[in-house]
């Protein structure tokens, strides 16, 4: 019997889907928030569309989404969602952005979907099983040294401080040609398929990052905060995802 919290991230997966599709390169209102981040017609209508299922059918779970805020607080399961997650690249018209499904059971990611609506790719993750993309079992990447590692991260705007050091004491252990920028949520959904080895970044949102946990670590990857502590809604939004877990000590190391 197939796992009804899977069935239902796979509904609302495709509820944004079908909001966001007929949107992109199209025509659509934005707006700067508060944070100076934009956001756009599309991104509000998706959580809309994914929200009112959840609240139908699951009344007593609590959502937690980027646009439209939290309803029932208190709710040991929390919906945590991220309608378009890039909206910069949605903006841009880059399929690289990604519509981010997480439950929360007690503050702790257990199910997560990366959905790629555009390229029709969705990655599935959940505590204690394998992740699948488009329902097909995948696996991170083993990596021997940090000096072969892809590194991904969005932006190295995104960075402030000492943080800017950790970041290129990475950088400078790994090849320069091998470094790429943007991608937001697409770039930990090549880690769960061996693509990319390495992704970090700083400044993020649990409704950012919930859902990638159980996508790379179904696939053998760990995602951990820059100390290499599990992430949980807790956690400070400074983030490390690894195909292979065996490099994030010399990551640590390398940060500094």
């Avoid at 209102?29 to 509000?44: M, Y």
């Avoid at 569309?49 to 607080?73: C, H, S």
């Avoid at 991904?152 to 000492?162: L, S």
């Avoid at 937001?184 to 769960?192: G, I, P, R, S």
Wanted: charged share 25%.
């Amino acid at each position: 019997m197939r796992n009804p919290d899977v069935v239902l991230a796979n509904r609302l997966a495709d509820a944004a889907g079908e909001v966001i599709g007929p949107l992109f390169r199209g025509e659509w209102s934005e707006e700067q928030k508060l944070d100076r981040s934009f956001v756009t017609e599309a991104d509000r209508a998706a959580e809309a569309a994914m929200r009112a299922i959840i609240e139908a059918e699951r009344p007593e779970d609590g959502i937690l989404g980027e646009e439209f805020g939290q309803r029932n607080e208190g709710a040991g399961r929390q919906w945590v969602l991220d309608p378009i997650d890039g909206t910069t690249s949605f903006i841009a018209g880059r399929p690289i952005f990604g519509t981010l499904i997480a439950l929360v059971q007690d503050g702790w990611p257990i199910l997560g979907v990366i959905d790629q609506p555009i390229l029709k790719e969705r990655w599935v993750g959940v505590v204690g099983e394998g992740t699948t993309l488009n329902g097909k079992a995948i696996c991170s990447a083993p990596c021997r040294e940090l000096s072969s590692a892809v590194l991904g991260t969005t932006t190295p705007h995104q960075f402030q401080g000492a943080d800017v050091d950790a970041f290129m004491g990475v950088a400078k252990s790994v090849a320069e040609r091998k470094i790429i920028y943007g991608g937001d949520c697409y770039n930990y959904a090549l880690v769960a398929s061996g693509h990319v080895d390495l992704v970090i970044e700083a400044g993020l949102q649990l409704h950012d990052y919930a859902a990638l946990v159980p996508v790379v670590e179904g696939a053998g990857g760990m995602m951990s905060d820059w100390q290499g502590n599990p992430l949980d809604a807790g956690s400070d939004g400074r983030v490390i995802a690894l195909g292979d877990p065996a490099r994030l000590e010399d990551v640590l190391e390398a940060m500094g």
